[in-house]
């Protein structure tokens, strides 16, 4: 077993179609295998047989002449068959006495002076038996001999040998082989198909179950419907078991972070009210703070929010639409540096996520910068294809500004953190984009942008209707 433990090691990971088919060829071929062998034994054991119930009829025939009245010595005669008559045909009989001389043994003509082997070194030597075995003829061609003893009392004893060609066995094992070979190779390919039938009909239900997972996942189903075998049905019950669990957990995150939304603006709003009363400095003080706090519960709300949604299964946003209408927006609010926002984007190219938290990363992103470009923002898309065969992709968006040494593209990404007060802003664009990015499995990095600014580079999950 500790042969095969790499091999099963190396099925485990494969696809269950794959690892029924493997299994089925192999045990297949290795029954087959097994049967072919067996019947091509029984094939040549009854070959042997039938050419040795020949042999043996010619040595009765030969025993008959020589228990017949006369001399035993005396020339037995052809016994029916013309190939003993020929020299070196492969038919030989030969008849003498035990530890006969040469000049005693009587053959046929075929032999051409040559004796056949003995069998009795090769097989258990008792008399009386009828011995069945292989030899060489004297023109080295294999040989199948039956050996008998006869014993005629005061006459003596004597052994009689017939031998006849083994290529005649070897020929009708060959041609039964080749037979066997074809039935069992078209024998092997109907197994096969049919198990590959088998396997697709069987795996049918499997399929169609991640189908309908694939069909919840890009938002086209919201449960898995269809008629299921009973082994898998109660699968797919748990499943949708499991999509209304998920679905009323986000329904109560969103009502709790909405209700938090507004129990802490509305105190806020009633402290920047009564600011207005308190003596001008204070009052700028408390608005300051006010305002802070406000950027920071909106923030860490955002981030809860989308933490929520963020695993939301058959949530799928069209990320053209959003992106465009993001450039014209951020292209009119800069109109005064007469900004020009070229677009890239597939128009079947969407996000796996809430639109709403597509709009805030790229809507931070854009406006980062248009904010610093001096005329041109270009905006476009780069689609990944990952190793599981879900696409995502990469947002990329570049300006001609003035761009950011190496050492301070880290530091912007710190919450809160700004190289430049002279900019407006909280500070907290780039890090609600990677804080968003990361709840969706993403990334954001910047770059050198190919205009001479900075590149943002935005991956987020997608998919391609």
Same mark, same amino acid.
Do not use: C
């Given at each position: 077993?500790?042969?095969?433990?790499?091999?099963?090691?190396?099925?485990?990971?494969?696809?269950?179609?794959?690892?029924?088919?493997?299994?089925?060829?192999?045990?297949?071929?290795?029954?087959?295998?097994?049967?072919?062998?067996?019947?091509?034994?029984?094939?040549?054991?009854?070959?042997?047989?039938?050419?040795?119930?020949?042999?043996?009829?010619?040595?009765?025939?030969?025993?008959?002449?020589?228990?017949?009245?006369?001399?035993?010595?005396?020339?037995?005669?052809?016994?029916?068959?013309?190939?003993?008559?020929?020299?070196?045909?492969?038919?030989?009989?030969?008849?003498?006495?035990?530890?006969?001389?040469?000049?005693?043994?009587?053959?046929?003509?075929?032999?051409?002076?040559?004796?056949?082997?003995?069998?009795?070194?090769?097989?258990?030597?008792?008399?009386?038996?009828?011995?069945?075995?292989?030899?060489?003829?004297?023109?080295?061609?294999?040989?199948?001999?039956?050996?008998?003893?006869?014993?005629?009392?005061?006459?003596?004893?004597?052994?009689?040998?017939? =031998?006849?060609?083994?290529?005649?066995?070897?020929?009708?094992?060959?041609?039964?082989?080749?037979?066997?070979?074809?039935?069992?190779?078209?024998?092997?390919?109907?197994?096969?198909?049919?198990?590959?039938?088998?396997?697709?009909?069987?795996?049918?239900?499997?399929?169609?179950?991640?189908?309908?997972?694939?069909?919840?996942?890009?938002?086209?189903?919201?449960?898995?419907?269809?008629?299921?075998?009973?082994?898998?049905?109660?699968?797919?019950?748990?499943?949708?078991?499991?999509?209304?669990?998920?679905?009323?957990?986000?329904?109560?995150?969103?009502?709790?972070?909405?209700?938090?939304?507004?129990?802490?603006?509305?105190?806020?709003?009633?402290?920047?009210?009564?600011?207005?009363?308190?003596?001008?400095?204070?009052?700028?003080?408390?608005?300051?703070?006010?305002?802070?706090?406000?950027?920071?519960?909106?923030?860490?709300?955002?981030?809860?929010?989308?933490?929520?949604?963020?695993?939301?299964?058959?949530?799928?946003?069209?990320?053209?639409?959003?992106?465009?209408?993001?450039?014209?927006?951020?292209?009119?609010?800069?109109?005064?540096?007469?900004?020009?926002?070229?677009?890239?984007?597939?128009?079947?190219?969407?996000?796996?996520?809430?639109?709403?938290?597509?709009?805030?990363?790229?809507?931070?992103?854009?406006?980062?910068?248009?904010?610093? =470009?001096?005329?041109?923002?270009?905006?476009?898309?780069?689609?990944?294809?990952?190793?599981?065969?879900?696409?995502?992709?990469?947002?990329?968006?570049?300006?001609?500004?003035?761009?950011?040494?190496?050492?301070?593209?880290?530091?912007?990404?710190?919450?809160?953190?700004?190289?430049?007060?002279?900019?407006?802003?909280?500070?907290?664009?780039?890090?609600?984009?990677?804080?968003?990015?990361?709840?969706?499995?993403?990334?954001?990095?910047?770059?050198?942008?190919?205009?001479?600014?900075?590149?943002?580079?935005?991956?987020?999950?997608?998919?391609?209707?």
């Amino acid at each position: 077993m500790r042969g095969f433990r790499p091999i099963l090691d190396r099925f485990a990971s494969r696809p269950i179609a794959v690892r029924l088919a493997v299994s089925s060829v192999f045990w297949s071929f290795a029954i087959l295998l097994v049967a072919g062998l067996i019947l091509l034994t029984l094939y040549r054991d009854n070959t042997e047989r039938a050419f040795d119930q020949r042999l043996l009829v010619y040595a009765n025939t030969l025993a008959s002449n020589l228990v017949a009245p006369g001399d035993p010595d005396r020339d037995l005669g052809p016994i029916g068959d013309p190939r003993f008559e020929l020299p070196l045909s492969g038919w030989y009989w030969q008849v003498a006495r035990p530890n006969a001389k040469p000049e005693e043994i009587r053959s046929s003509k075929s032999l051409f002076g040559g004796q056949v082997p003995s069998l009795a070194a090769t097989v258990d030597n008792r008399f009386g038996q009828i011995r069945r075995g292989y030899g060489k003829a004297p023109d080295e061609r294999n040989l199948r001999i039956i050996e008998r003893d006869i014993d005629l009392g005061e006459d003596g004893r004597y052994i009689i040998r017939v =031998a006849g060609p083994a290529d005649e066995i070897d020929v009708g094992v060959r041609d039964f082989l080749f037979a066997l070979t074809v039935t069992f190779a078209l024998l092997g390919l109907a197994l096969g198909f049919s198990t590959l039938l088998q396997i697709r009909f069987g795996l049918r239900p499997l399929a169609n179950l991640r189908s309908a997972l694939g069909a919840i996942r890009r938002g086209e189903a919201e449960r898995i419907v269809g008629e299921y075998p009973r082994d898998i049905s109660p699968l797919a019950s748990e499943l949708n078991l499991l999509l209304d669990t998920n679905r009323e957990i986000l329904e109560r995150a969103r009502t709790q972070v909405g209700n938090l939304a507004h129990a802490l603006k509305t105190p806020l709003s009633i402290v920047m009210n009564e600011a207005e009363n308190a003596p001008e400095e204070v009052a700028s003080r408390v608005r300051e703070q006010a305002a802070l706090m406000r950027d920071q519960v909106n923030y860490y709300l955002d981030r809860a929010r989308a933490a929520a949604l963020a695993g939301t299964l058959g949530t799928l946003t069209d990320v053209e639409p959003v992106i465009g209408g993001l450039a014209r927006t951020f292209a009119k609010i800069y109109r005064e540096k007469e900004l020009a926002v070229e677009l890239a984007i597939p128009r079947d190219l969407r996000f796996r996520g809430e639109k709403q938290d597509l709009e805030e990363m790229a809507g931070n992103l854009i406006d980062n910068a248009a904010k610093w =470009a001096s005329h041109k923002v270009e905006i476009s898309v780069e689609i990944i294809r990952e190793d599981d065969d879900r696409p995502r992709f990469r947002l990329l968006i570049d300006d001609d500004g003035p761009g950011l040494p190496e050492t301070a593209r880290a530091e912007v990404l710190k919450r809160g953190r700004r190289l430049d007060e002279t900019k407006p802003g909280s500070g907290l664009g780039l890090s609600i984009v990677t804080d968003l990015a990361t709840l969706y499995r993403g990334s954001l990095r910047l770059e050198e942008s190919p205009l001479g600014g900075l590149r943002a580079v935005l991956e987020l999950p997608g998919d391609r209707g």
